[in-house]
């Protein structure tokens, strides 16, 4: 490592899984689901001790370029430590499923993969079937939870949307005539990694030590967002953006007021225009995109507690 810094095995440091979680008073399993279209996906749980100490079910979905593997578990962790059932996939072209790195060349695809995994969850487990279920969604993981919503709009008692990608923010978004050029490029090579764009760890992330961790992750995709992936999610952020009256879920966005990469602006517009009769929204000034890990440790205290109160007040 540059610097001299020790390679972690995971983010928490060297304790390996099952004796981490030991300590953490939870439990967690890690397997493969094949999707209905016969793709392969890593997904992971993570649940309290006891089952009679379970108050609810939350379903989760990361964001772009990230896994359920890494940072990303310190928030299941934390929920599991609280109540909930938390269970994850890593999707299509991420973390260990199947797919070329990073290439996401249907969000609908992916829609239908969490879907299923989520419906096999409830069915599967007879502890969890009259629970509560809520949706979590992270940056490209929140406008999921809300295609999610908009296909099986009586499924889910709730969301919590974490800096949603609504819209992708003009700050990272590319200029014209680029994505003229690429769209144009596309049709011939659409995994082709070659779109001009900051690193989204360094925009995303506001504290240095936890910069290098996030740059840790093992798998982590470093290369150039590719031109099929991000089209896709501008056609996926400019169809939710266009629908945001039609949001029906109870839901809280939570979004801070210094993120570059997704638009804090479009969280309070989806806060006022939703037609959700139980809807919340915290706008959290000066934190940046990384709400849940990249914030310094005072901050995302307060953002969990935020999430928890909202769970718990519409969990048993």
Known sequence: MEG??????????????????????????KSNYTSPRGLTLFT???????????????????????????????TPIFLAQNGFACFALDIEGHGRSEGLKAYVPSVDDV???CLSFYDAVSAQDPDLRD?????????MGGAICLLIHFKAPE???????????????????PRWPIPQILTAVARFAPTLPIVPTADLLDKSVKVAEKKIIGGMNPMRYHGKPRLGTVLELLRVTDYVSGRLRDVGIPFIVMH???????????????????????KSVK???????SLLFGETDENVAIVRGDVLK???DRSC
Request: charged residues 25%; aromatic residues 12%.
């Open 131 to 139: 629970l509560p279920r809520f949706l979590f969604g992270e940056s």
């Open 283 to 289: 706008i959290y000034e000066g934190m940046m995109h």
């Open 111 to 113: 829609v239908d993969d």
């Open 44 to 74: 992971r749980s993570w649940q309290p001790l006891q089952s009679s100490h379970t108050r609810g079910v939350v379903c989760m979905v990361h964001g772009y370029g990230n896994d359920i593997s890494w940072t990303f578990q310190a």
């Open 155 to 173: 499924f889910f008692n709730g969301a919590v949307l974490m800096a949603p990608m609504c819209r992708i923010s003009e700050k990272v978004r």
């Open 4 to 29: 001299g810094e020790k390679k972690l095995t995971h983010y928490w440091g060297n304790t390996c899984e099952e004796d981490y979680y030991r300590e953490q008073g939870i439990k967690s399993t």
């Open 256 to 278: 801070g007021d210094a993120d570059v990469v997704t638009d804090p602006a479009v969280s309070r517009e989806l806060y006022e225009l939703a037609k959700s009769e139980d």
């Open 310 to 312: 909202w769970l718990n």
